[in-house]
């Protein structure tokens, strides 16, 4: 519609614009203003009484007095003019017309506009009312993550953490919003299982493995603390069902796992030294029993007591006690294999069970019994209690078995039994299980009596077992003693050299193997293919204690005529317990007159580098026990190269003893050893035996 009404005859042009004007102005006016206004207006209209607006219509349109105000199919009402001048009225019914046209039209965009505006509130309170509701569940649902004693955490494709509530933040030690998007395999996981297991969570994510739902693990903190964690886990898919991350539980089980392990140690444990107590060891012994019935392999059982004991909690206390019993039970540890068992039964008694022995009841007693002494010197090692030194032996009984008729009571009386026995013989001994121990004591009577009549009647003779180089040469020999008894045979040494010790004999018979050994060292000067060979005699530590040992060493070259640059002394670490400087002058005097001296079983007893530097050596023998297992046994191969090495720092030759197989050669030639003696090489042989097969070598 024009803005301009146009004139015509009979129209009053001041009243065309009065409706302009009321056209402009509507468009500013309030909602409630319009209709007054306009109805006010439109009664100034030539030949109009009033004007009435009705809501609805009571005629059609077109009617000269009546208006509908219609905009489209919206119909908004009717005005209804009072004439009382048609004449002077009708000009301006178009006019009039055109002017409540555009009004429909304003009221029609007003009405429009309040229907959009109330649509629109209505929108916004709706979004506002579900904000709020989401609001309050989102609260809800974080109070009841926040209020739950576990963790909750769920982890992208990545294996980033997408979500974790309250106690999760306070167990990994970083706040909510800071462990969102962290890599939980980066910064939680042990370095040591980061690779495995997030390889496991990318084949899962891949849909190439099967969900583990429960499980337990270990996590790192960001405090550096290791935690146990017990797993729930269930897996995040989307719509299509795809795999999207994973969704977990977590419970911190550090505690209880601790208090569980807290409470296997009290019960299977002794607290003091750690090692498995009476309990454990029950269990342990039946299991050897039955592997060993099993296998058809020995086993064996080591009952040990400490020598005068309660003598040493009677002056030091039980503190030096304690910390006496726990020196013991870690020396006890290092002389036996990892899978033997070492066991506290209580006060000063130890247990040590040994699996795997030979079939071969002798062998398996002859290995039983180098274990024995090995932990024998172990124990003769001096203690530091405090600042106190201190020396300790002990009492070893063993019992060997083989089938499952032997019982776990049984197996123990036996042994505490011999032990009791190692006291009887004057203890820092080991003695056997004989079920007639009562005749087992009279036949060492007996034996006493035939050792004595042995050393008068001369039924003792040398074996000499060759001591080589890696080209085959043989350089000398030690010679070892043997017992050639007229009615029993050829005694062997095991049966009668700690009964020598025990009883003194030992003095008198180590001095005929001296005066032997020399004499036939005087006969072999006179031979070139034996002149150069050296004899390495053993000498006991009552034997060189003896006042007048340097006296009788040099009476005795002299009497033979031997070169004494060719007799080597082989002396045992637990000479040196006490009285080191006599030890030590005894030494000198006789190195000065060309007499040589090995440090035998070396690493089995006191050996330690503040006397080591001082003893005038030539030589260090390592000990059997050493050698033996020196290809399975970690310790054993470290304990033998640092022999060596020790020997070669403090300028000594060295040797190796017990040598069986060429594997065990190659292994010390290996490590800087190129000395030996052993069954490999040589037995200990009979005079005319030795001299053939030095000739030949």
Known sequence: MSSRIPASSGVDVQVLGQLLLMQSVVASLPDDAIIPFVLEGLSD???????????????????????????????????????????????????????????????????????????????????????????????TAQRYLDIAG????????????????????????????????????????????????????????????????????????????????????????????????????????????????????????????????RTLLQDRLQQ????????????????????????????????????????????????????????????DEFVVVLAGLSAIETQAATAIETVAEKILASLNQPYTLGEIPHHCTASIGITLFLNDS???????????????????????????????????????????????RALVDSQFLLHYQAQMLDDGRV???????????????LVPPLEFIRLAEDTGLIVPLGRWVLETACAQLAVWSAVPQMTNLTVAVNVSARQFHADDFVDQVLAVLEQTGANPQRLKLELTESLFVSDVEGIVEKMFLLKARGVSFALDDFGTGFSSLSYLRRLP???????????????????????????????????????AEGVETEAQKDFLAASGCHAYQGYFFSRPLPLEDFEAFANQA
Not at 153 to 163: Q, V
Not at 415 to 420: G, R, T
Not at 423 to 440: I, M, Q, V
Not at 475 to 489: C, D, K, Y
Request: charge should be negative.
């Open 45 to 139: 209209i030539p030949g109009v009484g009033f004007v009435e607006f009705h809501a609805g219509s009571s005629s059609p349109d077109g009617a000269p007095e009546r208006f509908l105000l219609a905009c489209g199919s919206s119909n908004l009402g009717e005005l209804v003019f009072k004439v009382k001048y048609m004449g002077a009225f009708e000009p301006y019914i178009d006019h009039i017309r055109n002017f409540l046209f555009m009004l429909a039209i304003i009221l029609d965009e007003r009405r429009q506009r309040r229907i959009l505006e109330s649509r629109e509130h209505e929108l916004e309170y709706q979004i506002e009312i579900r904000n709020a509701d989401l609001t309050r569940e989102r609260d």
């Open 150 to 277: 576990v963790m909750l955490m769920a982890l992208d494709s990545e294996g980033r953490i997408m979500m974790i509530n309250r106690k999760g933040a306070q167990l990994l030690g970083k706040s909510e919003s800071a462990l969102l998007g962290m890599s939980w395999f980066d910064n939680f996981v042990p370095a040591d299982k980061r690779a495995e297991i997030h390889q496991v969570f990318d084949t899962l994510m891949a849909g190439e493995t099967q969900l583990l739902e429960h499980y337990e693990n270990r996590i790192i903190n960001a405090s550096g603390q290791e935690l146990t964690i017990a797993w729930n886990n269930r897996l995040i898919r989307d719509e299509a069902g795809a795999i999207t991350g994973t969704l977990s539980s977590a419970e911190d089980i550090t505690g209880r796992r601790k208090a569980e392990e807290r409470i296997q140690d009290l019960a299977y444990f002794d607290q003091l030294t750690g090692l498995p107590n």
């Open 288 to 347: 050897t029993i039955a592997v060993s019935s099993r296998t058809g392999c020995h086993g064996a059982l080591l009952f040990i007591d400490l020598d005068n004991f309660k003598t040493l909690n009677d002056t030091l206390g039980h503190d030096m006690g304690d910390q006496l019993l726990k020196q013991v039970a870690w020396r006890l540890m290092l002389c036996v294999r990892e899978g033997d068992t070492v066991a506290r039964l209580g006060g």
């Open 406 to 452: 032997s019982t776990v009571d049984s197996l123990m009386k036996q042994a505490d039994l011999a032990m009791y026995e190692s006291k009887t013989a004057g203890r820092n001994a080991a003695r056997f299980y004989d079920p007639a121990l009562e005749s087992a004591v009279k036949e060492r009577a007996a034996l006493e009596n035939d050792l004595r």
């Open 475 to 489: 350089t000398g020999a030690e010679v070892l003693v043997r017992w050639q008894h007229p009615e029993r045979g």
């Open 617 to 655: 050596l030539d030589q260090l023998k390592i000990d059997q026990s050493f050698v033996r297992d020196v290809l399975s046994d970690p310790n054993d191969a470290a304990i033998a190269r640092t022999i060596v090495a020790l020997s070669q720092s403090l300028g000594l030759g060295v040797i």
